[in-house]
């Protein structure tokens, strides 16, 4: 099985991609898409609750995952958990096996979803980034030593005297990587890295960039309005509406994005994050050149 921490001290440039889950995701279709993903990718994120969509759990999603022989990147969000549950969730990732870890504050589910649930927030970010280190660490619970364990960023154009407090307090509390939300936008992330260069952080934590292969400008517009983490600019747009194949030009745009992030000094890699078509994720790193045909 190969495994993200020994890509990331291996490779130049890593490529991840998200599992697609949906309400109606089975055992069968995950391993579907695990088998057009796999050999093209380091490691394969499993998400949760995707686009605010209530889907199997991550541990679930990852235990298949592992069946297939690859390196999970499971995702735990703070906000619909409490800490005993949250505990409960790493103790059974590290018992069958994952090894990397992506822990976010999440987001709270669409009004629509009905009756609305309750958010949580027992446990912040930083504390379960700590309280999964500690797991890692405890020779008493069962797996593999310690996680990978990476945390949700926003990329923005930095100011000079910017420090990254809460960066600096994920990598501080035991995270490894960070990896910025869907930007778009090549000159904010250059910028953003350099930054990250600049404080040294680069030297104590790998950065992954979100990328994604966006089928048609409608589904661009909605992850621009209904996702406020995400940033996709109205050129990109534009290109897409204009295109008569609009399939081929996002897998165009994601390729050309990836051999512009590969350039990037201080970058470690990208995830493609998932948007409903494995095969698309794959004809954008075969066309980045990233990857061998």
């Given at each position: 099985?190969?495994?993200?921490?020994?890509?990331?001290?291996?490779s130049?440039?890593?490529?991840?991609?998200?599992?697609?889950?949906?309400?109606?995701?089975t055992?069968?279709?995950?391993?579907?898409?695990?088998?057009?993903?796999?050999?093209?990718?380091?490691?394969i994120?499993?998400?949760?609750?995707?686009?605010?969509?209530?889907?199997?759990?991550p541990?679930?999603?990852?235990s298949?995952?592992?069946?297939?022989?690859?390196?999970?990147?499971?995702?735990?969000?703070?906000?619909?958990?409490?800490?005993?549950?949250?505990?409960?969730?790493?103790?059974?990732?590290?018992a069958?096996?994952?090894?990397?870890?992506?822990?976010?504050?999440?987001?709270?589910?669409?009004?629509?979803?009905?009756?609305?649930?309750?958010?949580?927030?027992?446990?912040?970010?930083?504390?379960?980034?700590?309280?999964?280190?500690?797991?890692?660490?405890?020779?008493?619970?069962?797996?593999?030593?310690?996680?990978?364990?990476?945390?949700?960023?926003?990329?923005?154009?930095?100011?000079?005297?910017?420090?990254?407090?809460?960066?600096?307090?994920?990598v501080?509390?035991?995270?490894?990587?960070?990896?910025?939300?869907?930007?778009?936008?090549?000159?904010?992330?250059?910028?953003?890295?350099?930054?990250?260069?600049?404080?040294?952080?680069?030297w104590?934590?790998?950065?992954?960039?979100?990328?994604?292969?966006?089928?048609?400008?409608?589904?661009?517009?909605?992850?621009?309005?209904?996702?406020?983490?995400?940033?996709?600019?109205?050129?990109?747009?534009?290109?897409?509406?204009?295109?008569?194949?609009?399939?081929?030009?996002?897998?165009?745009?994601?390729?050309?994005?990836?051999?512009?992030?590969?350039?990037?000094?201080?970058?470690?890699?990208?995830?493609?994050?998932?948007?409903?078509?494995?095969?698309?994720?794959?004809?954008?790193?075969?066309?980045?050149?990233?990857?061998?045909?």
């Amino acid at each position: 099985m190969k495994a993200l921490r020994e890509a990331i001290r291996r490779s130049d440039f890593i490529i991840t991609a998200e599992l697609s889950l949906t309400p109606d995701s089975t055992v069968a279709s995950i391993v579907e898409q695990t088998a057009i993903l796999r050999p093209h990718v380091d490691a394969i994120q499993v998400t949760e609750n995707q686009y605010g969509k209530l889907h199997l759990s991550p541990l679930a999603a990852a235990s298949i995952l592992i069946k297939e022989g690859v390196d999970p990147v499971m995702q735990l969000s703070t906000c619909n958990r409490n800490r005993a549950a949250l505990i409960g969730d790493l103790l059974g990732a590290r018992a069958i096996g994952v090894t990397s870890l992506l822990l976010v504050r999440g987001k709270k589910l669409p009004d629509s979803y009905q009756p609305q649930p309750q958010q949580v927030l027992d446990v912040g970010v930083e504390e379960l980034i700590a309280t999964a280190k500690v797991i890692g660490n405890d020779e008493r619970t069962a797996g593999e030593p310690e996680f990978l364990i990476g945390a949700a960023v926003t990329a923005h154009t930095p100011t000079a005297e910017w420090a990254a407090p809460k960066i600096v307090a994920k990598v501080d509390a035991g995270a490894k990587f960070i990896q910025t939300q869907l930007r778009l936008d090549l000159d904010v992330l250059r910028r953003f890295v350099a930054h990250l260069v600049s404080l040294k952080l680069t030297w104590r934590c790998s950065v992954i960039a979100d990328i994604a292969v966006l089928p048609s400008a409608q589904a661009a517009k909605w992850l621009r309005h209904n996702l406020s983490h995400i940033m996709i600019s109205a050129k990109t747009i534009r290109r897409l509406e204009q295109a008569s194949d609009p399939e081929r030009e996002g897998i165009a745009i994601c390729s050309m994005f990836l051999q512009e992030m590969a350039t990037i000094p201080g970058l470690s890699g990208a995830n493609l994050i998932a948007t409903g078509n494995p095969e698309a994720v794959v004809a954008a790193i075969k066309a980045s050149g990233l990857r061998g045909g």
